[in-house]
T-cell receptor, first 123, second 109 residues
Framework: GAGVSQSPSNKVTEKGKDVELRCDPI?????LYWYRQSLGQGLEFLIY????????KSGLPSDRFSAERTGGSVSTLTIQRTQQEDSAVYLC?????????????????????FGPGTRLTVL | QKEVEQNSGPLSVPEGAIASLNCTYS??????FFWYRQYSGKSPELIMS????GDKEDGRFTAQLNKASQYVSLLIRDSQPSDSATYLC?????????FGAGTTVTVRA
C-alpha cells in the first residue's frame, strides 16, 4: 500500500534500555509528525519535520527523546533510558506540507494521515 | 482551558439514527479542522476536513463549522454498527494538530 508505515508494530523493552522507532511517510509528503497516545489519554504532539529539519520540537517530553529525518523521507524516533511512563502507542503522520503561515489558511496540504503506530511497553 | 474540547460521551444511538458529535476550540485564528475515526486498537483515520463556515457533506457524514462560535460538529446519518468507534476532533495550530479527547460512539443494532 501507499500509506504511512511504521516499525516495529510492537516493542517490549526493559526500563533503562534505548529504543528506536521508525516511520516511512507517504511518498511525496514533505511534512512528518510524531504523536503519542497513552492508554486513556488523548493524542499528544511530539515533533514535526518539514523536509529534514525540525522547526518544532516543543512536544518532546524530555531530553531522552530525539528524532531525526534523513533524505526527506524516513524518520527515526529514539527514546534513551526508557521509563515505564514512556509506555504508549507512538504514531507517525505525514502530509503534503503545511500551508504557509502558523494558522494554516485551510488546505488539503494540511491533511495528516497516520501510520498504524508502534505500541511500546516498558517493563 | 483545553485547546479542543469534545462532548465526552459515550454516545449510544440505534442503528439508522443520526449521531451528533460536537467540538469547540479555543484559538479563534484556527482555519483547518478535521474529524478522525479511531477503532479500538487502531490508528486514527481521517474522515472529514473542513475549512469554511457552513456544512460539508461526504456520504453519510456532514461536518459543520461556525468560526464565530468556535464550534465544529460531525453528523453521522443512518448510523451503522460499523460506525461504532471513537471520533476525534482535531484543529490545526502552528503546524501541528491539537486533538480533543474523543467521543466514543456505539451504534446499537
Amino acid at each position: 500500500g501507499a500509506g504511512v508505515s511504521q516499525s516495529p508494530s510492537n516493542k517490549v523493552t526493559e526500563k533503562g534500555k534505548d529504543v528506536e522507532l521508525r516511520c516511512d511517510p507517504i511518498s511525496g509528503h514533505t511534512a512528518l509528525y510524531w504523536y503519542r497516545q497513552s492508554l486513556g489519554q488523548g493524542l499528544e504532539f511530539l515533533i514535526y519535520f518539514q523536509g529534514n529539519s525540525a522547526p518544532d520540537k516543543s512536544g518532546l517530553p524530555s531530553d531522552r527523546f530525539s528524532a531525526e529525518r534523513t533524505g526527506g523521507s524516513v524518520s527515526t524516533l529514539t527514546i534513551q533510558r526508557t521509563q515505564q511512563e514512556d509506555s504508549a502507542v507512538y504514531l507517525c503522520a505525514s502530509s503534503l506540507g503545511p500551508e504557509s503561515g502558523a494558522q494554516g489558511r485551510g488546505s488539503l496540504d494540511n491533511e495528516q494521515f497516520f501510520g498504524p503506530g508502534t505500541r511500546l511497553t516498558v517493563l | 482551558q483545553k485547546e479542543v474540547e469534545q462532548n465526552s460521551g459515550p454516545l449510544s444511538v440505534p442503528e439508522g439514527a443520526i449521531a451528533s458529535l460536537n467540538c469547540t476550540y479555543s484559538d479563534r485564528g484556527s482555519q483547518s479542522f478535521f474529524w478522525y475515526r479511531q477503532y479500538s486498537g487502531k490508528s486514527p483515520e481521517l474522515i472529514m476536513s473542513i475549512y469554511s463556515n457552513g456544512d460539508k457533506e461526504d456520504g453519510r457524514f456532514t461536518a459543520q463549522l461556525n468560526k464565530a462560535s468556535q464550534y465544529v460538529s460531525l453528523l453521522i446519518r443512518d448510523s451503522q454498527p460499523s460506525d461504532s468507534a471513537t471520533y476525534l476532533c482535531a484543529v490545526w495550530n502552528d503546524y501541528k494538530l491539537s486533538f480533543g479527547a474523543g467521543t466514543t460512539v456505539t451504534v446499537r443494532a
